[in-house]
Protein backbone atom coordinates (compact mmCIF):
# COMPACT_ATOMS: atom_id res chain seq x y z
CA UNK A 1 0.00 0.00 0.00
CA UNK A 2 1.57 3.62 -1.23
CA UNK A 3 1.44 6.66 0.82
CA UNK A 4 3.05 10.19 0.16
CA UNK A 5 6.26 10.03 1.60
CA UNK A 6 8.11 13.69 3.30
CA UNK A 7 11.95 14.86 2.70
CA UNK A 8 13.15 17.14 4.81
CA UNK A 9 13.38 20.40 2.62
CA UNK A 10 17.09 22.37 2.48
CA UNK A 11 17.35 25.56 4.14
CA UNK A 12 17.45 28.44 1.59
CA UNK A 13 20.55 29.77 3.68
CA UNK A 14 23.44 28.03 6.21
CA UNK A 15 23.15 27.02 9.35
CA UNK A 16 24.91 29.73 10.33
CA UNK A 17 23.51 32.48 8.70
CA UNK A 18 21.43 33.74 10.88
CA UNK A 19 23.91 34.71 13.85
CA UNK A 20 23.89 36.05 16.52
CA UNK A 21 20.84 36.06 16.60
CA UNK A 22 20.05 32.14 16.11
CA UNK A 23 22.77 30.22 17.04
CA UNK A 24 23.91 27.75 14.26
CA UNK A 25 23.56 24.94 16.80
CA UNK A 26 20.52 25.82 17.53
CA UNK A 27 20.00 26.00 13.35
CA UNK A 28 21.44 22.53 13.10
CA UNK A 29 19.47 20.55 15.80
CA UNK A 30 16.11 22.41 14.95
CA UNK A 31 16.46 21.55 11.20
CA UNK A 32 18.20 18.47 10.95
CA UNK A 33 16.85 16.80 14.20
CA UNK A 34 13.29 18.15 14.90
CA UNK A 35 12.04 18.90 11.41
CA UNK A 36 13.38 15.91 10.47
CA UNK A 37 11.47 13.62 13.40
CA UNK A 38 7.94 15.64 12.12
CA UNK A 39 9.00 13.82 9.01
CA UNK A 40 10.02 10.41 9.95
CA UNK A 41 7.25 10.12 11.79
CA UNK A 42 4.20 11.76 9.47
CA UNK A 43 5.81 9.03 7.06
CA UNK A 44 5.24 6.23 9.51
CA UNK A 45 1.48 7.57 10.51
CA UNK A 46 0.96 7.70 6.48
CA UNK A 47 2.48 4.07 5.69
CA UNK A 48 0.13 3.07 8.99
CA UNK A 49 -2.85 4.82 7.57
CA UNK A 50 -2.46 3.46 4.46
CA UNK A 51 -2.60 -0.17 6.11
CA UNK A 52 -5.26 0.45 8.80
CA UNK A 53 -7.48 2.03 5.30
CA UNK A 54 -7.25 -1.40 2.93
CA UNK A 55 -7.83 -3.20 5.99
CA UNK A 56 -10.91 -0.86 6.87
CA UNK A 57 -9.83 -1.10 10.56
CA UNK A 58 -11.30 2.25 11.69
CA UNK A 59 -10.36 2.00 15.45
CA UNK A 60 -6.92 2.03 14.13
CA UNK A 61 -7.32 5.21 11.60
CA UNK A 62 -8.95 6.90 14.43
CA UNK A 63 -6.15 6.17 16.68
CA UNK A 64 -3.73 7.99 13.82
CA UNK A 65 -5.55 11.38 13.11
CA UNK A 66 -3.16 12.61 16.87
CA UNK A 67 -0.57 11.59 15.48
CA UNK A 68 -0.88 12.43 11.46
CA UNK A 69 -2.08 16.03 12.77
CA UNK A 70 1.21 17.06 14.97
CA UNK A 71 3.24 15.70 13.09
CA UNK A 72 2.09 16.99 9.52
CA UNK A 73 1.69 20.35 11.44
CA UNK A 74 5.08 20.34 12.69
CA UNK A 75 6.72 19.60 9.15
CA UNK A 76 4.04 22.55 7.99
CA UNK A 77 5.06 25.07 10.09
CA UNK A 78 8.79 24.22 10.33
CA UNK A 79 8.72 24.77 6.40
CA UNK A 80 7.05 27.96 6.64
CA UNK A 81 9.04 28.91 9.25
CA UNK A 82 12.74 28.41 7.36
CA UNK A 83 11.58 30.47 4.39
CA UNK A 84 9.94 33.05 6.36
CA UNK A 85 13.78 34.56 8.05
CA UNK A 86 16.77 35.58 5.74
CA UNK A 87 20.04 35.48 6.91
CA UNK A 88 21.19 38.54 9.63
CA UNK A 89 21.70 42.07 7.39
CA UNK A 90 20.42 40.43 4.38
CA UNK A 91 18.33 43.37 1.90
CA UNK A 92 15.57 40.56 2.91
CA UNK A 93 15.32 41.90 7.06
CA UNK A 94 14.36 45.77 5.35
CA UNK A 95 11.16 45.56 6.12
CA UNK A 96 10.50 49.06 4.23
CA UNK A 97 12.55 48.14 0.91
CA UNK A 98 10.84 44.71 1.00
CA UNK A 99 7.41 44.54 2.06
CA UNK A 100 5.84 47.83 1.18
CA UNK A 101 2.40 46.61 0.64
CA UNK A 102 2.54 44.67 3.97
CA UNK A 103 4.31 47.81 5.79
CA UNK A 104 1.40 50.02 5.06
CA UNK A 105 -1.40 47.44 5.78
CA UNK A 106 0.44 46.88 9.24
CA UNK A 107 0.53 50.62 9.60
CA UNK A 108 -2.99 51.23 8.86
CA UNK A 109 -3.78 48.65 10.98
CA UNK A 110 -2.00 48.68 14.36
CA UNK A 111 -1.05 52.78 13.40
CA UNK A 112 3.13 52.28 13.76
CA UNK A 113 5.16 49.25 13.25
CA UNK A 114 6.43 49.67 16.50
CA UNK A 115 3.45 49.47 18.15
CA UNK A 116 2.62 45.37 15.96
CA UNK A 117 5.84 44.63 16.97
CA UNK A 118 4.79 44.79 20.84
CA UNK A 119 1.54 43.36 19.87
CA UNK A 120 3.40 40.48 18.32
CA UNK A 121 5.45 39.96 21.18
CA UNK A 122 2.54 39.96 23.35
CA UNK A 123 1.25 37.05 21.58
CA UNK A 124 4.58 35.30 21.23
CA UNK A 125 5.17 35.55 25.48
CA UNK A 126 1.73 34.63 25.95
CA UNK A 127 2.01 31.14 24.86
CA UNK A 128 1.41 28.70 27.91
CA UNK A 129 3.72 26.03 26.85
CA UNK A 130 4.95 24.97 23.40
CA UNK A 131 3.22 26.54 20.40
CA UNK A 132 3.53 29.15 17.60
CA UNK A 133 2.74 32.72 16.68
CA UNK A 134 1.86 33.94 13.74
CA UNK A 135 1.04 36.69 11.15
CA UNK A 136 -2.06 35.88 8.87
CA UNK A 137 -4.13 37.34 6.28
CA UNK A 138 -7.89 36.00 4.90
CA UNK A 139 -7.53 33.98 1.98
CA UNK A 140 -8.93 35.79 -1.49
CA UNK A 141 -7.51 38.02 -4.47
CA UNK A 142 -5.62 40.97 -3.45
CA UNK A 143 -4.17 42.06 0.13
CA UNK A 144 -6.81 41.26 2.89
CA UNK A 145 -6.99 42.47 6.70
CA UNK A 146 -4.06 40.79 9.08
CA UNK A 147 -4.31 39.23 11.65
CA UNK A 148 -1.93 37.85 15.02
CA UNK A 149 -2.98 34.35 16.02
CA UNK A 150 -1.43 31.75 18.11
CA UNK A 151 -1.52 28.42 17.35
CA UNK A 152 -0.88 25.72 19.97
CA UNK A 153 2.02 22.48 19.81
CA UNK A 154 2.37 22.15 16.32
CA UNK A 155 -1.11 22.76 15.53
CA UNK A 156 -1.21 24.44 11.90
CA UNK A 157 -3.01 27.75 10.97
CA UNK A 158 -6.57 26.50 9.58
CA UNK A 159 -7.22 26.57 5.76
CA UNK A 160 -8.38 29.59 4.46
CA UNK A 161 -6.09 31.70 6.06
CA UNK A 162 -2.62 32.68 4.44
CA UNK A 163 0.69 32.66 6.80
CA UNK A 164 2.70 35.98 6.23
CA UNK A 165 5.59 34.60 8.56
CA UNK A 166 5.60 32.82 11.52
CA UNK A 167 7.68 32.49 14.83
CA UNK A 168 8.52 29.21 16.79
CA UNK A 169 8.04 29.40 20.30
CA UNK A 170 9.12 25.92 20.94
CA UNK A 171 12.13 26.01 23.86
CA UNK A 172 13.93 24.05 21.39
CA UNK A 173 14.18 26.94 19.04
CA UNK A 174 16.04 29.12 21.15
CA UNK A 175 17.11 27.40 24.69
CA UNK A 176 20.58 26.76 23.77
CA UNK A 177 21.45 30.55 22.98
CA UNK A 178 18.98 32.55 24.95
CA UNK A 179 18.06 30.07 28.01
CA UNK A 180 14.28 31.35 29.86
CA UNK A 181 14.95 35.04 28.23
CA UNK A 182 12.10 33.90 25.69
CA UNK A 183 11.70 37.83 25.64
CA UNK A 184 15.24 38.18 24.10
CA UNK A 185 14.43 35.70 21.51
CA UNK A 186 11.43 37.85 20.74
CA UNK A 187 13.09 40.35 20.48
CA UNK A 188 15.98 39.19 18.16
CA UNK A 189 13.34 37.32 15.75
CA UNK A 190 12.37 40.73 14.16
CA UNK A 191 16.26 41.04 12.89
CA UNK A 192 15.78 37.74 10.35
CA UNK A 193 12.30 38.23 9.24
CA UNK A 194 12.40 37.64 5.39
CA UNK A 195 10.29 40.78 4.84
CA UNK A 196 10.72 39.27 0.83
CA UNK A 197 9.14 36.18 1.36
CA UNK A 198 6.14 38.12 3.40
CA UNK A 199 5.25 40.74 0.96
CA UNK A 200 4.87 37.72 -1.01
CA UNK A 201 2.70 35.52 0.83
CA UNK A 202 0.44 38.63 1.96
CA UNK A 203 0.15 40.01 -1.87
CA UNK A 204 -0.32 36.49 -3.46
CA UNK A 205 -2.70 34.80 -1.29
CA UNK A 206 -2.41 31.31 -0.77
CA UNK A 207 0.67 30.40 -2.77
CA UNK A 208 2.66 29.35 0.15
CA UNK A 209 0.37 28.46 2.71
CA UNK A 210 0.45 24.63 4.16
CA UNK A 211 -1.34 22.63 1.34
CA UNK A 212 1.53 24.13 -1.17
CA UNK A 213 3.88 22.60 1.19
CA UNK A 214 2.44 19.40 1.74
CA UNK A 215 2.19 19.29 -2.12
CA UNK A 216 4.32 16.29 -3.50
CA UNK B 1 7.05 39.19 54.84
CA UNK B 2 4.93 35.98 56.23
CA UNK B 3 8.17 33.72 56.55
CA UNK B 4 5.96 31.11 57.99
CA UNK B 5 4.36 30.78 54.90
CA UNK B 6 7.83 30.03 52.99
CA UNK B 7 7.59 26.40 53.38
CA UNK B 8 9.49 23.64 51.63
CA UNK B 9 6.53 20.89 51.28
CA UNK B 10 5.16 20.54 47.97
CA UNK B 11 1.59 19.97 50.63
CA UNK B 12 2.31 23.27 51.76
CA UNK B 13 2.57 24.86 48.03
CA UNK B 14 -0.97 22.77 47.25
CA UNK B 15 -2.24 24.34 51.01
CA UNK B 16 -1.37 27.80 49.46
CA UNK B 17 -3.08 26.96 46.57
CA UNK B 18 -5.88 26.56 48.40
CA UNK B 19 -6.22 28.34 51.15
CA UNK B 20 -5.47 31.48 48.59
CA UNK B 21 -9.07 30.13 46.81
CA UNK B 22 -10.79 29.79 49.65
CA UNK B 23 -9.05 33.17 51.39
CA UNK B 24 -9.64 34.89 47.53
CA UNK B 25 -11.13 38.29 48.57
CA UNK B 26 -10.73 38.73 52.48
CA UNK B 27 -8.02 40.54 53.70
CA UNK B 28 -6.00 37.37 54.73
CA UNK B 29 -5.22 36.79 51.42
CA UNK B 30 -2.53 39.37 50.32
CA UNK B 31 -0.37 37.53 52.93
CA UNK B 32 -0.93 34.20 51.48
CA UNK B 33 1.89 35.23 48.66
CA UNK B 34 3.24 31.57 47.19
CA UNK B 35 7.26 31.57 47.05
CA UNK B 36 10.08 29.60 45.95
CA UNK B 37 11.17 26.40 48.19
CA UNK B 38 14.21 25.59 48.64
CA UNK B 39 15.68 22.26 47.38
CA UNK B 40 16.38 19.33 49.38
CA UNK B 41 20.03 18.98 47.66
CA UNK B 42 22.38 20.63 45.73
CA UNK B 43 21.91 21.89 42.00
CA UNK B 44 24.32 19.45 40.83
CA UNK B 45 23.61 16.60 43.11
CA UNK B 46 21.17 14.78 40.62
CA UNK B 47 24.32 14.93 38.00
CA UNK B 48 25.00 13.02 35.63
CA UNK B 49 21.13 12.54 35.28
CA UNK B 50 20.55 16.36 35.01
CA UNK B 51 23.33 18.76 35.04
CA UNK B 52 23.64 21.10 37.57
CA UNK B 53 23.16 24.17 35.14
CA UNK B 54 19.73 22.75 34.34
CA UNK B 55 18.61 22.20 37.78
CA UNK B 56 20.15 26.22 38.27
CA UNK B 57 18.12 27.60 35.77
CA UNK B 58 14.94 25.15 36.43
CA UNK B 59 14.47 26.43 40.12
CA UNK B 60 16.13 29.92 39.91
CA UNK B 61 14.75 31.18 37.27
CA UNK B 62 11.82 29.10 35.79
CA UNK B 63 10.07 27.79 39.25
CA UNK B 64 10.65 31.66 40.54
CA UNK B 65 8.74 32.78 37.21
CA UNK B 66 6.12 30.98 38.11
CA UNK B 67 5.99 32.00 41.56
CA UNK B 68 6.28 35.49 40.69
CA UNK B 69 3.48 35.21 37.52
CA UNK B 70 1.01 33.27 40.24
CA UNK B 71 1.26 35.78 42.82
CA UNK B 72 0.60 38.79 40.49
CA UNK B 73 -2.49 36.87 39.01
CA UNK B 74 -3.57 36.20 42.19
CA UNK B 75 -3.43 40.11 43.19
CA UNK B 76 -5.08 41.02 40.20
CA UNK B 77 -8.07 38.77 40.89
CA UNK B 78 -8.18 39.92 44.32
CA UNK B 79 -8.43 43.22 43.09
CA UNK B 80 -11.12 42.13 40.18
CA UNK B 81 -13.49 40.30 43.16
CA UNK B 82 -12.96 43.62 45.23
CA UNK B 83 -14.36 45.78 42.23
CA UNK B 84 -16.56 42.43 41.65
CA UNK B 85 -15.50 42.19 38.19
CA UNK B 86 -16.63 38.98 37.14
CA UNK B 87 -15.37 39.35 33.42
CA UNK B 88 -11.39 40.29 34.67
CA UNK B 89 -11.85 37.41 37.21
CA UNK B 90 -12.91 34.92 34.52
CA UNK B 91 -10.15 36.46 32.34
CA UNK B 92 -7.32 35.33 34.69
CA UNK B 93 -8.03 31.86 35.38
CA UNK B 94 -5.81 30.75 32.45
CA UNK B 95 -3.03 32.33 34.07
CA UNK B 96 -4.00 31.17 37.55
CA UNK B 97 -4.20 27.41 36.13
CA UNK B 98 -0.65 28.43 34.00
CA UNK B 99 1.52 29.50 36.70
CA UNK B 100 -0.22 28.17 39.97
CA UNK B 101 0.07 24.55 38.01
CA UNK B 102 3.46 25.44 37.13
CA UNK B 103 4.65 26.24 41.23
CA UNK B 104 2.68 23.49 42.40
CA UNK B 105 4.10 20.91 39.70
CA UNK B 106 7.58 22.29 39.89
CA UNK B 107 7.37 21.97 44.32
CA UNK B 108 6.53 18.36 43.96
CA UNK B 109 9.25 17.59 41.19
CA UNK B 110 11.79 19.03 43.14
CA UNK B 111 11.11 16.21 46.20
CA UNK B 112 9.80 13.48 43.68
CA UNK B 113 13.72 13.69 42.58
CA UNK B 114 17.09 12.45 44.92
CA UNK B 115 20.83 11.97 45.06
CA UNK B 116 21.62 9.16 45.02
CA UNK B 117 23.59 9.24 47.75
CA UNK B 118 20.19 10.17 49.38
CA UNK B 119 18.14 7.07 47.77
CA UNK B 120 17.72 7.85 44.84
CA UNK B 121 16.71 5.48 42.55
CA UNK B 122 16.11 3.26 45.28
CA UNK B 123 12.95 1.34 44.27
CA UNK B 124 9.69 1.34 46.03
CA UNK B 125 8.71 -0.85 49.00
CA UNK B 126 5.33 -1.77 50.58
CA UNK B 127 2.55 -0.56 49.72
CA UNK B 128 3.20 0.97 46.96
CA UNK B 129 5.75 -1.28 45.46
CA UNK B 130 2.10 -4.03 45.84
CA UNK B 131 0.34 -1.54 43.86
CA UNK B 132 2.79 -0.88 41.38
CA UNK B 133 3.02 -4.52 40.31
CA UNK B 134 -0.54 -5.17 40.57
CA UNK B 135 -1.13 -2.13 38.18
CA UNK B 136 1.69 -2.41 35.86
CA UNK B 137 2.97 -5.79 36.31
CA UNK B 138 6.58 -4.97 37.94
CA UNK B 139 8.51 -1.51 38.17
CA UNK B 140 9.96 -1.73 34.99
CA UNK B 141 6.86 -2.02 33.01
CA UNK B 142 5.41 0.61 34.52
CA UNK B 143 8.60 2.91 34.04
CA UNK B 144 8.55 1.47 30.15
CA UNK B 145 4.86 2.81 30.44
CA UNK B 146 5.61 5.75 31.46
CA UNK B 147 8.61 6.64 29.33
CA UNK B 148 5.95 5.80 26.75
CA UNK B 149 3.20 8.55 28.09
CA UNK B 150 6.14 10.66 28.43
CA UNK B 151 7.52 10.67 24.68
CA UNK B 152 3.57 10.83 23.63
CA UNK B 153 3.41 14.49 24.97
CA UNK B 154 2.63 16.32 22.27
CA UNK B 155 4.12 19.51 23.17
CA UNK B 156 5.30 20.98 26.78
CA UNK B 157 4.01 19.02 30.01
CA UNK B 158 4.25 16.35 32.33
CA UNK B 159 3.11 12.35 32.87
CA UNK B 160 2.15 11.50 36.44
CA UNK B 161 1.68 8.28 38.34
CA UNK B 162 -1.64 9.50 39.83
CA UNK B 163 -4.03 7.94 42.31
CA UNK B 164 -7.65 7.95 41.86
CA UNK B 165 -9.28 9.53 44.68
CA UNK B 166 -12.59 7.30 44.15
CA UNK B 167 -11.50 4.06 43.99
CA UNK B 168 -7.45 4.27 45.38
CA UNK B 169 -6.39 2.81 41.98
CA UNK B 170 -3.07 4.34 40.43
CA UNK B 171 -2.55 5.30 36.97
CA UNK B 172 -0.79 7.26 34.39
CA UNK B 173 -1.83 10.43 33.45
CA UNK B 174 -0.30 13.00 31.02
CA UNK B 175 -1.30 16.81 31.46
CA UNK B 176 -0.41 19.51 29.16
CA UNK B 177 1.66 22.27 29.85
CA UNK B 178 1.31 23.38 33.62
CA UNK B 179 -2.00 22.07 34.07
CA UNK B 180 -1.85 20.51 37.63
CA UNK B 181 -3.24 17.58 39.11
CA UNK B 182 -6.32 18.20 40.63
CA UNK B 183 -9.81 17.00 41.10
CA UNK B 184 -10.60 13.00 40.93
CA UNK B 185 -6.78 12.68 41.31
CA UNK B 186 -3.76 12.80 43.45
CA UNK B 187 -0.51 13.75 42.21
CA UNK B 188 2.02 10.76 43.37
CA UNK B 189 4.70 11.32 40.77
CA UNK B 190 5.72 13.56 37.86
CA UNK B 191 7.93 13.58 35.34
CA UNK B 192 8.64 17.26 33.81
CA UNK B 193 8.63 16.63 30.01
CA UNK B 194 9.03 20.55 29.10
CA UNK B 195 12.34 20.97 26.84
CA UNK B 196 13.72 23.23 29.30
CA UNK B 197 14.18 20.33 31.37
CA UNK B 198 16.63 18.62 29.59
CA UNK B 199 17.56 20.14 26.52
CA UNK B 200 20.60 21.73 27.89
CA UNK B 201 22.31 18.21 28.48
CA UNK B 202 19.73 16.27 26.32
CA UNK B 203 18.98 18.13 23.28
CA UNK B 204 16.20 16.74 21.12
CA UNK B 205 17.61 12.92 22.70
CA UNK B 206 14.69 13.43 25.01
CA UNK B 207 14.52 9.73 25.70
CA UNK B 208 17.83 9.34 27.21
CA UNK B 209 16.48 12.35 29.29
CA UNK B 210 13.94 9.79 30.35
CA UNK B 211 15.36 6.86 30.78
CA UNK B 212 18.03 8.39 33.23
CA UNK B 213 15.73 10.04 35.53
CA UNK B 214 14.69 6.76 36.99
CA UNK B 215 18.63 7.00 38.66
CA UNK B 216 17.31 10.26 41.29
CA UNK B 217 13.28 9.44 41.56
CA UNK B 218 13.32 9.68 45.29
CA UNK B 219 10.69 6.65 45.68
CA UNK B 220 10.48 7.33 49.63
CA UNK B 221 8.63 11.01 48.78
CA UNK B 222 6.27 9.08 46.29
CA UNK B 223 5.58 6.21 48.91
CA UNK B 224 4.77 9.12 51.45
CA UNK B 225 2.51 10.45 48.54
CA UNK B 226 0.94 7.63 48.38
CA UNK B 227 0.10 6.23 51.50
CA UNK B 228 -1.13 10.10 52.75
Known amino acids: MSSPQYTLPSLPYAYDALEPIVSSEIMRLHHQKHHQTYITNLNAALTAQATALAAHDIPTLLSLQAKLAFNAGGHINHSLFWRNLAPYGSAATDMA ?6 KRVIETQ ?45 EPVGSGKTVVFGVDMWEHAYYLQYLNNKAGYVE ?29 | ?24 GS ?27 IMELHHKNHHQTYVNSYNTAIEQLQEAQHKGDIAAQIALKPLINFHGGGHINHTLFWENLAPKSAGG ?17 SLDEFKTKMNAALAGIQGSGWAWLVKDKQTGSIGIKTYANQDPVVGQFQPLLG ?3 WEHAYYLQYQNRKAEYFGAIWDVINWKAVEKRFSA
Request: proline share 5%; with cysteine; charged share 20%.
Open chain 1, 97 to 102: RSAPAL
Open chain 2, 121 to 137: GEPPSGALSTAINDSFG
Open chain 2, 27 to 53: LTFARGKATLPDLAYDYSALEPSISGK
Open chain 1, 188 to 216: GIWKVINWVEAEERFTKGGVNDGGAVLKL
Open chain 1, 110 to 154: WGSVEAFVAAFGQVLLGLQGSGWGWLVCAGGDGPQPLEIVSTKDQ
Open chain 2, 191 to 193: IDA
Open chain 2, 1 to 24: MAASLVRNTARSALRNGASATRAA
